[in-house]
């Protein structure tokens, strides 16, 4: 079983930049596709960004799509989200979330294809 731990989230002004981390124990992110998943106070989480197994793919939700990039590095088991030009709007608990679909080029984009899920990791941007 993957066991998932976010951190780098924070208090930070609009205009700001954050890189949160996603660290995995218990097996390497082979064969899993990885995301990042926001939940706002009062609304339903939503999806963020997906990486492949294969970092050839990778997926953006709108509201980020310019201003973030999802990367991975396997051989440390780690998933990084950099999230640039923060906006009041982005303010979420941050999850990570790791699916398995053995898959070179899958990113699932709902909620229920992912397996493992972290604790979340608090980005809160002031106006």
């Known amino acids: 079983q993957v066991q998932l731990v976010e951190s780098g989230g924070g208090l930070v002004q609009a205009g700001d930049s954050l890189r949160l981390s996603c660290a995995a124990s218990g097996r390497s992110f082979s064969g899993y596709a990885m995301a990042w998943f926001r939940q706002a106070p009062g609304k339903e989480r939503e999806f963020v960004v997906g990486?492949?197994?294969?970092?050839?793919?990778?997926y953006y939700a709108d509201s980020v799509k310019g201003r973030s990039t999802i990367s991975r590095d396997n051989a440390k088991n780690t998933v990084y989200l950099q999230l640039n030009s923060l906006k009041p709007e982005d303010t979420a608990v941050y999850y990570c979330a790791a699916a398995y679909s053995g898959h070179p080029y899958s990113i699932p984009r709902v909620e229920s294809a992912y397996d493992y899920w972290g604790q979340g990791t608090q980005v809160t941007v002031s106006s």
């Open positions: 990486i492949s197994w294969s970092t050839d793919r990778t």
